[in-house]
């Protein structure tokens, strides 16, 4: 009998750890307030309360253990390959420069973090090193620069919470008063956005124009169409970068009218914004067309995650987990750029997985060590997050960054492409969304080699 209930609690178990994401990304829609934690933090939750409650040997630690080991290493190359990395670089070179200066600020202060605070917490090295790559690209590359270097599973879990919080109250900062606070200190954006309409008697010329001017850079898109008697206007822009979609329309269909919109829709690791005029829209999975891309993807991640381990075993004669990282990073970013595996667009998937791991991971975590610990961690991550974003603001000052650009690149590097929406609105100029999104995009990319080359610089120094 007692066989029979350990395979169904295995098989619980892992259902609930593969299907509990897809109700955290509804439920983080449909309710604005889980909605600002965002479906990772909801998974972590639910890890943690499950494993927890639970009385100790009815669920056992081997399922999710499995999980968590498996699903970073095949998120990462599904996460990269979405994007085109040769586009980021071509279009975004002040942004690319500001977003150069805060990871170069975030490796710094946690280089600096990692070694004063190394009494006070036995993985203060692990913690640093996860956060300069988490605040360099996002949460995936603070789980598996924690999964590569061996941190405690407590102690992801506890990171990922306590940046909630601090997080928090920064993105919190940014939305309110942030750009008349950094104004006092960097110069004006030259930036603008122009939207022009001239209606005329039974005639409609409709125009949409942005234009970007990033120190000679400079980016303009338009459409117009005038009839008589009628107008149809359209001005459509897809971006899609690992899963995430900007999109534009101005429509105008009527006698002697125009009636004209304009909707961005961005979603990124659950977060969803909308701009004013337009409706929430939860977009529907068309499984047929989705399933083979994500499978080939798939495929792609696995075969990176066996070149590898290959290599790896065959420099190291071991299962060395940082150059096993360092190799599916590589991997995903050479896949890249190759168009066929762009347009299988399996960001949405990698996103998902790292759901997947959340769930696992928080399962693992053990509540009384989060406790315990909870202190250490909240004071090496504020004195990580705030020195580096001093010392971003002092190197946007000396190198005379404007202040939009500055804003946004600070988001995309701490908080990933998801946030940058929100802030764009906040700041009121719609001109530097793309770059930022592109910039949030490139940081994934080097976020793990910023982590674990900190850890080996930081392992040097002690040694």
Known sequence: MEPIISILSAVFLS????????????????????GILGPVSICYLAGILLGNLTPAGWLSKSVPL?????????????????TDFRKGFGEAKLALFSFFLSAISVAISSAFAGYYYSGIHFESAQIASMLSGMYTGGTPNLNAVGMALGAGKETIALVNTVDIVIGGLYLLFLLTIGKKFFSLFLKQEKTGVLIHRATQKNSVNASLRISVQERGVEFS???????????????????????????????????????????INVQERGVEFTEPESEIQIPKIDWKSSILPNGIG?????????????????????????????????????????????????????????LVFSVAIGFLANLEELKRDFGSVLLILTSILFGAILLHLILGIFFRIPVDTWIITSVSS???????????????????????????LIGYAIGN?????LYSFLNWIRS
């Open 221 to 263: 898109e338009s459409d117009r169409a005038t009839q008589k008697n009628s107008v149809n206007a359209s001005l459509r822009i897809n971006v899609q970068e690992r899963g995430v979609e900007f999109s534009e329309s101005d429509r105008a269909t009527q006698k002697n009218s125009v009636n004209a919109s304009l909707r």
């Open 15 to 34: 259902l609930f750890i593969l299907f509990f994401p897809w109700f955290a990304i509804r439920l983080a829609k449909k309710v604005k307030i889980i």
């Open 298 to 354: 798939l495929l792609l991640a696995i075969l990176g995650f066996g070149v590898s381990i290959a290599f790896t075993f065959l420099i190291f004669s071991s299962l060395y987990a940082p150059s096993i990282l360092l190799g599916i990073t590589t991997w995903g970013i050479g896949i890249s750029f190759y168009s066929k595996v762009r347009e299988l667009k399996t960001y949405e998937f990698g996103s998902y997985l790292i």
């Open 414 to 440: 701490i908080y990933g492409p998801a946030f940058v929406p929100p802030v764009v609105q906040a700041i009121k100029n719609r001109g530097v969304l793309v770059v930022g999104i592109l910039t949030g």
């Open 449 to 453: 080699y910023l982590g674990i080359g």
């Open 66 to 82: 499995t999980f968590a080991d498996v699903t970073i290493p095949l998120a990462i190359p599904l996460l990269l390959s979405s």
